[in-house]
């Protein structure tokens, strides 16, 4: 059975900085495709960063050089470092993972950003 646990997030100042933690279990993290999403309520759920098995890495333009997408393989987590937050970063975060050349994925639960001062 597949887990995504992610963690980490919370209530920042604009200016801040957070790292979000998906912990993965019944799939390896560096032989997937690993990927960040967030959602704000009544919006579709969009790409913030993804890792490939080759450890190649893609960013929204939203986010490019203030978010950085890491992972750690002998713990089998990913990590999102999300630096200079913005307001408009308020969001729920989702970690997916996905088998090269399987047709779906598995979802993290989420967890909260809000960016406020």
């Known amino acids: 059975q597949v887990q995504l646990v992610e963690s980490g997030g919370g209530l920042v100042q604009p200016g801040g900085s957070l790292r979000l933690s998906c912990a993965a279990s019944g799939i390896t993290a560096r032989w997937s495709i690993m990927s960040w999403y967030r959602q704000a309520p009544g919006n579709v759920r969009e790409l913030v960063a993804r890792?490939?098995?080759?450890?190649?890495?893609i960013y929204a333009d939203s986010v490019k050089g203030r978010f950085t997408m890491s992972s750690d393989n002998p713990k089998n987590t990913v990590y999102l470092q999300m630096n200079s937050l913005k307001p408009e970063d308020t969001d729920v975060y989702y970690c997916h993972a996905q088998r090269p050349g399987s047709p779906s994925g598995y979802w993290g639960q989420g967890t909260q950003v809000t960016v406020s001062s």
């Open positions: 890792l490939s098995p080759t450890s190649s890495t």
